[in-house]
C-alpha cells in the first residue's frame, strides 16, 4: 500500500511546480471557504474591479490617462448602482408584496382547476390525490408568507450591511483599478519564483474568464430586458419581476431555464386562464428562451472552453454548494479552470514524453 501511495506521489508531484500550483490553489479555495463571509467586501471589489479592467484598458487606448479612465468607470458604476437601488428594487418590492397579497386568490383560482381535473381525467386522478396536493401547496405557500414575513423583520442589519457596502465596495474597486499594478508588484513579491506552471494556467484562464463573465452580464441583460419589454407589452401582470427571475435565470444552466418557466406560465394562467392571452405570452417566451439558447449564447461564447453538461451541473451543484449566488455564476469558469489545471498538471507520463520530443528537436 505504502509503494502504491509513493508510486502516486511521484507519478504527480514530482514537479516542483505542480506542488506550488496546488499551495497556492488551495490557499485560495481555503480563504474564500473560511473567510469569505468576513472578506466578502473585498472579494466582491476583486471580483468587480477585474470585470471593470477592460472598459478602463479600452480608455487608455484612446489616450485616456489611466486616472481619469478609472474614475469614469466608477463614477458610471456608482450611477449604475444607485439606479438600480432607487428604481429596480422598490419597483421589485412593489411587486413581490402584491404577488403575496394576491396568492390566496391564486391558491383558490388554481384549487378549482384542480378539483376538475378527477371529473376531467377520472382515470388519472381522484379527489384524494388533488387534496393532498392542495394540502401541500397550502403549507408551502404558508411557510413563503412566514419567510417574507421574518425578512421583513430582519431588514435592518440587511440595510445597514447594504449602507456598508454602498460606501466601501466603491471605494475598494477604485484603488484596485487605480493601484493594479502596484498591488500585483507587491503581490509577486511574496509568490515563489518557480512559480510558471501556474503563470501558464492563469495566462490561459484570464481571457477565457474574463469573457465568460462579461458575456454572462450581457447575457442577464439583453434577456431580461427582452423579456421585460414581451410581457409589458402583452399586459402580463408583475412583469418587471417576473423579467428579473428570466434574467438571473441564465446564470444556472439548464435548470434556470426549466425552474423559472413556472412562474411565468403560472401567472400567466391566474391572469387568463386558458385563453388566447396565455398561449400567445408563452409563444413569446418560448421564441425569448430559443433565441437566448440559439442566437444569443453561441455569439457572447463562442470561444469557451467546451464542457461536457454533466461536468457543468456538477460545477453549479459544488460551487454554489460552497459559494452561493457567486459560486453558481462563477460554476462554469471554476470548472474550466479545473479542466485547465488538470490539462496542464505535470505528471511522469507527460514528462517522458517531452524528453524525446526534446532530444528530436536538439
Same mark, same amino acid.
Given at each position: ?56 484598458? &479600452?480608455? /487608455? #487606448?484612446?489616450?485616456?490617462?489611466? =486616472?481619469?479612465?478609472?474614475? $469614469?468607470?466608477?463614477? !458610471?458604476? +456608482?450611477? *449604475? ?62 411557510? &413563503?408568507? /412566514? #419567510?417574507?414575513?421574518?425578512?421583513? =423583520?430582519?431588514?435592518?442589519? $440587511?440595510?445597514?450591511? !447594504?449602507? +456598508?457596502? *454602498? ?76 423579467? $428579473?427571475?428570466?434574467? !438571473? ?84 469558469? !471554476? ?28
Amino acid at each position: 500500500m505504502i509503494n502504491i501511495l509513493r508510486s502516486w506521489y511521484e507519478r504527480n508531484f514530482s514537479d516542483p511546480q505542480a506542488v506550488i500550483l496546488l499551495i497556492l490553489l488551495l490557499s485560495g479555495f481555503l480563504v474564500v471557504i473560511y473567510m469569505g463571509s468576513m472578506l466578502a467586501p473585498l472579494l466582491t471589489s476583486i471580483v468587480l474591479a477585474y470585470m471593470m479592467e477592460p472598459v478602463v484598458t &479600452l480608455l /487608455q #487606448k484612446y489616450r485616456v490617462p489611466r =486616472l481619469i479612465a478609472v474614475i $469614469v468607470v466608477c463614477v !458610471l458604476f +456608482i450611477v *449604475l448602482a444607485m439606479l438600480i437601488l432607487l428604481w429596480l428594487v422598490p419597483v421589485l418590492s412593489n411587486q413581490i408584496t402584491q404577488l403575496i397579497q394576491e396568492l390566496p386568490k391564486h391558491f383558490e383560482k388554481g384549487r378549482h382547476a384542480l378539483l376538475a381535473l378527477p371529473e376531467s381525467y377520472p382515470q388519472l386522478f381522484d379527489e384524494k390525490q388533488v387534496n393532498e396536493i392542495m394540502v401541500a401547496i397550502s403549507s408551502q405557500i404558508t411557510g &413563503l408568507g /412566514q #419567510k417574507f414575513l421574518s425578512f421583513s =423583520l430582519a431588514s435592518i442589519p $440587511v440595510m445597514f450591511a !447594504l449602507v +456598508i457596502y *454602498l460606501f466601501l465596495v466603491p471605494l475598494l474597486i477604485f484603488f484596485f483599478l487605480k493601484d493594479k499594478h502596484v498591488i500585483l508588484n507587491w503581490i509577486n513579491r511574496y509568490l515563489p519564483k518557480e512559480r510558471g506552471l501556474a503563470a501558464k494556467v492563469w495566462v490561459e484562464m484570464d481571457q477565457q474568464i474574463g469573457n465568460y463573465v462579461r458575456g454572462k452580464i450581457a447575457e442577464i441583460v439583453i434577456v431580461g430586458g427582452a423579456s421585460y419589454v414581451v410581457f409589458l407589452a402583452m399586459g402580463l401582470n408583475y412583469s418587471m419581476l417576473l423579467a $428579473v427571475l428570466v434574467g !438571473l435565470s441564465v446564470i444556472i444552466p439548464f435548470i434556470g431555464a426549466a425552474a423559472v418557466t413556472i412562474p411565468v406560465v403560472m401567472i400567466a394562467y391566474f391572469q387568463w386562464g386558458w385563453s388566447a392571452d396565455f398561449f400567445y405570452v408563452v409563444l413569446a417566451y418560448s421564441i425569448v428562451q430559443a433565441v437566448d439558447g440559439n442566437v444569443l449564447v453561441p455569439l457572447l461564447f463562442s470561444e469557451a472552453v467546451n464542457l461536457h453538461p454533466v461536468a457543468i451541473i456538477a460545477a453549479v451543484l459544488v460551487f454554489g454548494g460552497l459559494w452561493g449566488l457567486w459560486g453558481v455564476f462563477f460554476a462554469i469558469p !471554476l470548472a474550466t479552470l479545473v479542466k485547465a489545471v488538470l490539462s496542464a498538471w505535470p505528471t511522469a507520463q507527460k514528462q517522458k514524453k517531452e524528453v524525446p520530443e526534446e532530444e528530436a528537436a536538439a
